[in-house]
């Protein structure tokens, strides 16, 4: 266990680039050709996490305005990074890792799946739940059933997904693997949309980033957009004219630098795709119905950051997300861990809505107001899994990952009713 997490404790900085090498290797492509895609995509991918960070970085000043008005709640919001991290402390962790791995390349080989999961570093996503079944039920191997169960539900989804998100996004030849984004946000926004679409004069409202450019020339231009959503973020948060200004130019950096960073990501996952088209057809065959096989790299969810909608609907989130907490009834934490992963959630609502930024602001207030309120609700799930890990915790804790990972949210659920 020590070593495997040792492994992904380097992050995905490092390991992708070493797992996108061996797969070209695999893949029969050129040493230096391979070397060169490693590196691209791990650079890229260190840029997007840069950019990302500069955003939270850029807001910091508004969660602190709200922060100061945040006294009287009595469950501490962890973070999803200390709960994925607390997952690993199970003794089923080390061989679960290595088993979603073995299926995955058995269920290609076997033609039930054209995704290659590489996303390893979120296989949290499986362990999280699994964890949380081990601490209620006690029993390893109910919570290492449950992390198998869900690697290979993550690829059915993916694979189902991949058309429409390599088609919206432009990521030929990825798909999103991210369980939690991928069986919650997108079905949920596909639901709502079918909502508004029977909605007379609602459903024909149509703002995309696009038009705007379209229509109002530089003034849509991404840059100008950023600049002032960062500028209304700052007044409605009160800061001084400088950090108005300084926010402004913080969310419009982020737009235009998000996308430079996945086509640097592009630039070597193109090399790997190719690859894998070629080595699908010599050596795979066809799918079970006669088509060519076309292999699907599943990536992160932060691949689909380069679109501008998901980034500035993201910023128009963080006050909702923030006001969600005062109004939602019984709420007993302040979300400071989830404004981390607001950026994760939009892109899959994004994409189910088309890039229309009316749909995608409703939808994704609706869920995030379901998020905040399924976090709040299973704190006590959320306390005992971190307990059952060996963490230490003093009093009630929560975090996102039990309003928005439906798994988690099955269980916590079947536990409250048995």
């Not at 797969?23 to 950019?51: D, N, T």
């Not at 302040?334 to 992963?341: A, D, R």
Request: glycine fraction near 10%; proline fraction near 4%; charged fraction near 10%.
């Amino acid at each position: 266990m020590s070593i495997i997490k040792g492994i992904l404790d380097v992050g995905a900085v490092v390991i992708l680039p070493i797992v996108m090498l061996i797969l070209c290797l695999i893949f029969r492509i050129p040493f230096g050709k391979s070397l060169k895609a490693g590196l691209m995509i791990g650079i890229g991918f260190s840029g997007l996490s840069l950019v990302i960070g500069f955003l939270m970085t850029s807001v910091q000043s508004a969660v602190d305005y709200y922060r100061h008005m945040s006294g009287g709640f009595t469950t501490v919001d962890v973070g999803w990074a200390a709960v994925g991290a607390a997952s690993f402390g199970v003794p089923f962790a080390a061989p679960a890792i290595l088993l979603v791995v073995l299926i995955n390349v058995v269920m290609i080989l076997a033609k039930m799946t054209n995704v290659l999961n590489v996303d390893i570093w979120n296989f949290i996503h499986f362990l999280v739940p699994g964890t949380l079944a081990y601490a209620l039920t006690n029993n390893a191997w109910i919570g290492l059933g449950v992390v198998l169960v869900l690697s290979v539900i993550d690829l059915i989804v993916a694979q189902h997904i991949a058309p429409k998100w390599q088609e919206y996004y432009g990521l030929t030849g990825t798909t999103c693997s991210t369980l939690s984004y991928i069986t919650s946000a997108w079905p949920i926004a596909i639901g709502l949309n079918w909502v508004i679409d029977k909605i007379p004069g609602v459903r024909k409202i149509d703002i995309s980033m696009e038009k705007f450019g379209d229509r109002l020339g530089f003034f849509g231009d991404t840059a100008f957009i950023g600049l002032i959503v960062g500028i209304f973020l700052g007044l409605m948060t009160r800061q001084p004219w400088q950090g108005v200004l300084v926010m402004g130019m913080g969310i419009a950096t982020v737009l235009v630098l998000l996308p430079r960073m996945v086509s640097v990501m592009m630039e070597g996952l193109s090399t790997v795709g190719e690859g894998a088209k070629t080595f699908m057809k010599r050596h795979l065959g066809k799918n079970k119905d006669g088509s060519e096989r076309e292999l699907s790299i599943g990536m992160d969810v932060a691949l689909a950051l380069g679109d501008p909608a998901a980034i500035t609907i993201t910023v128009l989130m963080i006050p909702l997300c923030i006001a969600f907490a005062f109004i939602i009834p019984g709420m007993n934490y302040f979300p400071v861990g989830m404004l981390t992963v607001i950026v994760y959630m939009m892109p899959m609502i994004c994409l189910a809505c088309n890039g229309n930024m009316f749909r995608s602001l409703i939808i994704g207030a609706i869920y995030m107001f379901f998020v905040e309120w399924g976090a709040s609700f299973f704190a006590p799930e959320a306390t005992a899994m971190m307990h059952a890990t060996g963490v230490h915790v003093s009093g009630s804790v929560t975090d996102a990952f039990f309003g928005y990972n439906l798994p988690n949210i099955i269980i916590s659920a079947i536990h409250r009713m048995f």
